[in-house]
């Protein structure tokens, strides 16, 4: 029997250790126009559902390590009930906490945090100004496949460019810039940029 979409009793922490509750409840509070928080304690089982729920969401693509350390500190008891709330959108979007998510199936232990639903989703562009989305973030928000690598293959691209410049009808031909003198260190620095540029390209270039 599937579990009941109403708003739960927000007097009370919500226990989301199950599929059919969490999604239940999540899919109440998300609607739910006010904006409302709430403390929750998650699961494994219901972090495993929010996973699937919220794949492919735009959001920064997720730091493995900074899952695994959140994951060890509640593994070994040491995380604490700060306050620090996983954001919602009132459009039932994550905003922020993939990574305490993540971290609770890593655990198979429980969280108990703080969320907050009806947020705008304009806040997502200010969330974690501390840490400026890199290039790789902003192209897998985007949706670019292979953001990393691709990134990687533009900043070697641009330093490329910088050291030589670029000409022909279709901007695919290197031109050494003046003084018109090439040293091993030039030729070594070309080669390399190059050689990065297309291990990187034919790595993220799907097959088939």
């Not at 999604?23 to 219901?46: C, N, T």
């Not at 009808?169 to 290197?174: Q, R, T």
């Not at 003084?179 to 291990?199: G, Q, R, S, Y």
């Amino acid at each position: 029997m599937a579990a009941s979409r109403k708003l739960p009793d927000l007097d009370q922490v919500l226990i989301w250790d199950d599929k059919d509750t969490t999604l239940a409840q999540f899919d109440a509070l998300a609607k739910e126009k006010p904006l409302r928080s709430v403390v929750i304690e998650l699961h494994p089982a219901g972090a495993e559902a929010l996973q699937k729920h919220f794949k492919g969401d735009k959001n920064r693509q997720l730091q493995r390590h900074n899952a695994e350390s959140l994951a060890a500190a509640i593994e070994s008891g040491q995380f604490d009930f700060s306050g620090d709330t996983i954001k919602v959108s009132g459009g039932g979007a994550l905003l922020d906490g993939q990574h305490r998510i993540d971290a609770v199936v890593q655990a198979k232990r429980p969280m108990k945090s703080h969320w907050v639903f009806g947020l705008t989703p304009r806040i997502f562009d200010i969330l974690d100004q501390g840490k400026g989305r890199n290039a790789a973030d902003v192209m897998h928000i985007g949706g670019i496949g292979e953001s990393a690598l691709i990134a990687a293959a533009t900043r070697w691209a641009l330093r490329l460019q910088n050291r030589s410049g670029k000409g022909g009808l279709f901007g695919n031909v290197l031109r050494i810039k003046p003084p018109m003198c090439l040293t091993k260190d030039d030729a070594d620095f070309l080669v390399d940029c190059l050689d990065e540029v297309l291990n990187t390209v034919e790595i993220a270039t799907p097959v088939g």
